[in-house]
């Protein structure tokens, strides 16, 4: 069961890949000279009404109404059943309704005001998240060295929320200065170092509690 999940994870991967490789390459050039704000949906919109006319808008709007339906129907399924779990009183379906008219809500403000609040969330958790997978893939290592773990999600984790702060305008001078000089800061991708120094610091001091024992 192990190697075939795997098997069609990699696959999984590669098509997700070779899929978003080709939106970003739409996306880029078609970008340019729309006004400012314009959100990827509107781009690839304009994009397939321009190909294929009225017909590729169709296209569009069925694909974006399946991909959406199922990531909706798998959210309001997971986080009401972890819901149950914490307040069973309410039941499932209960929450089922809940979350998806508070979901109606937030989605009447439109795509530009959730992307302006979401995406520097998703800036500061994407960092961890990635570094915690990966220190999955470690666990002999983290085993070794226990401070390991610690170390790089506190280094990742601080890197990230300062930049998710930089995008939502909020700046603390002393910190932004501190962490604008990382490489790929600019892109997002300033936590990279900061996570390797984390591992290396998370060895130093397992090895130096060690070293005392």
């Known amino acids: 069961m192990v190697r075939e999940t795997v098997k069609a994870g990699v696959i999984a991967g590669i098509l997700l890949a070779m899929v978003y490789g080709a939106l970003a390459h739409i996306g880029g050039p078609a970008g340019r000279g ?12 304009l994009v397939a009404g321009n190909l294929f006319g009225n017909a590729g808008k169709m296209i569009l709007g069925v694909i974006f109404f399946i991909a959406c339906l199922n990531t909706c129907i798998g959210l309001l399924s997971c986080c009401s059943q972890y819901f149950t779990t914490l307040i069973p009183v309410i039941g499932y379906r209960l929450w089922v309704f809940v979350f998806a008219a508070v979901s109606l809500v937030i989605s009447s403000a439109g795509l530009n005001k959730i992307l302006a609040v979401s995406v520097p969330v998703l800036g500061a958790v994407y960092p961890v998240a990635i570094m915690l997978i990966v220190l999955a893939f470690l666990g002999p290592l983290t085993e070794k060295w226990p401070a ?20 939502s305008k909020v700046t603390v001078p002393a910190l932004t200065q501190a962490t604008t000089w990382l490489p790929g800061y600019s892109s997002g991708l300033g936590w990279i170092v900061p996570a390797l120094a984390g591992m290396a610091v998370g060895v130093m001091v397992s090895s130096a509690g060690r070293a005392e024992e």
Request: hydrophobic fraction near 50%.
């Open 34 to 45: 729309l006004e400012e704000g314009a959100n990827g949906a509107r781009i690839l919109t």
């Open 148 to 167: 390991m773990f610690p170390c790089t999600i506190f280094f990742t984790g601080a890197v990230s929320v300062v930049h998710a702060l930089e995008q």
